[in-house]
């Protein structure tokens, strides 16, 4: 069992920068991959970045590239999401999943239905 929490959004204005930060509880966490989902409401919640477990592969939604950093720190048992140059476009709820099975090496890490934990998430609202 792994219990997620996420923490760090906020309103922010354009161009503006937020951390977002997802503690995990358990001994496992560092067995796990972990990735962040957005939802706006009416939508589906859809992938941003996913991290693998050990931290060496990472990979992004084409849209976010180059704007959002994933990362994680196993000492802690935290994943963080670091977003600069935000736009209005990015206003979410963001949530962190974990995966038992590392599926950043596979071509499921994109989907929803692929992690097994998930947070409750954090508001990202930016103002233009």
């Known amino acids: 069992q792994v219990q997620l929490v996420e923490s760090g959004g906020g309103l922010v204005q354009t161009g503006g920068s937020l951390r977002l930060s997802c503690a995990a509880s358990g001994r496992t966490f560092s067995t796990y991959g972990m990735a962040w989902f957005r939802q706006a409401p009416g939508k589906e919640r859809e992938f941003v970045a996913t991290?693998?477990?050990?931290?060496?592969?990472?990979l992004y939604e084409d849209s976010v590239k180059g704007r959002f950093t994933i990362s994680r720190d196993n000492a802690k048992n935290t994943v963080y999401l670091q977003m600069n140059s935000l736009e209005p476009e990015v206003t979410a709820g963001y949530y962190c999943?974990?995966?038992?099975?590392?599926?950043?090496?596979?071509?499921?890490?994109?989907?929803?239905?692929?992690?097994?934990?998930w947070g409750r998430g954090t508001q990202v609202t930016v103002s233009s």
């Open positions: 999943g974990a995966d038992a099975t590392d599926l950043v090496y596979s071509d499921l890490y994109s989907g929803a239905r692929g992690y097994d934990y």
């Open positions: 991290i693998s477990s050990g931290g060496e592969i990472t």
